[in-house]
């Protein structure tokens, strides 16, 4: 099993320029979510979705969308980049309803705006 | 609205010695984790807390939860350069959506 997947793992964006942020699950787990972590600091969420065809708002969400049509897949996009988005992103998935309680995360994409 | 504080923020201790991270929660939870990440590094599960009063333990890290107190410690034994990361603990609001809502993170560096 591959767990959680992320790419790319680096990308450097001009300011304006907009992108897309893949992650992928193959553990068939209901939730996913991607946060993104600055510098010497925890973990903020973004956006969460419990299924395909929902999602909802974390504690960051300006300037971000996603989309969730497959179980699998959690695309995050990036439109007019702007460098207070220079961040570490992460995504993740777990099973609710089903255990064993734990989340899974992927390697992270480090995007970097000029 | 949640809020999750660790402490301390940075922490620098001999190997071979004892010290306790510490994490308060202000609102009731029935979960909370702990993770380790390496710099440059994703999140590598360490405990998953489930009930109060719930201890387990790793080798030399242990972790404990008091959900009366809103309290959750990582208590690492006789350290080792090997531990050297950076230590969040995260709580799990389970209800109509579950999200983990991070510290700040525990800095800890191990030196000989």
């Known amino acids: 099993n591959a767990g959680v997947t992320q790419t790319p793992k680096f990308r450097i964006l001009k300011i304006g320029q907009s992108m897309t942020l893949q992650c992928t699950q193959d553990?068939?787990?209901?939730?996913m979510y991607w946060y993104r972590q600055d510098p010497g600091m925890g973990l903020k969420l973004i956006y969460y979705?419990?299924?395909?065809?929902?999602?909802d708002k974390g504690e960051v969400p300006n300037g971000y969308n996603v989309s969730r049509s497959t179980t699998e897949d959690f695309p995050l996009r990036l439109e007019l980049a702007a460098p207070s988005q220079t961040s570490v992103y992460f995504c993740?998935?777990?099973?609710?309803?089903?255990?064993?309680?734990?989340?899974?995360f992927g390697s992270g994409t480090r995007l970097t705006v000029v | 609205e949640l809020k999750v504080e660790q402490n301390p923020l940075f922490l620098s201790m001999q190997e071979g010695k004892n010290y306790t991270i510490y994490c308060n929660y202000s609102?009731?939870?029935?979960?909370l984790y702990w993770y380790r990440q390496d710099p440059g590094k994703s999140l590598e599960s360490l405990f998953v807390?489930?009930?109060?009063?719930a201890v387990k333990q790793e080798g030399r890290l242990m972790a404990s939860l008091d959900t009366k107190a809103r309290l959750s410690t990582l208590h690492i034994t006789a350290a080792v350069h090997d531990l050297s990361a950076t230590y969040f603990c995260?709580?799990?609001?389970?209800?109509?959506?579950?999200?983990?809502?991070f510290g700040t993170g525990t800095r800890l560096q191990v030196t000989l």
């Open positions: 807390l489930l009930s109060n009063g």
């Open positions: 993740a998935s777990t099973s609710v309803g089903q255990g064993p309680f734990g989340y899974t």
């Open positions: 553990m068939n787990h209901n939730y």
């Open positions: 995260a709580v799990d609001l389970r209800g109509t959506a579950s999200k983990l809502t």
């Open positions: 609102t009731t939870s029935d979960r």
């Open positions: 979705s419990v299924g395909a065809g929902i999602t």
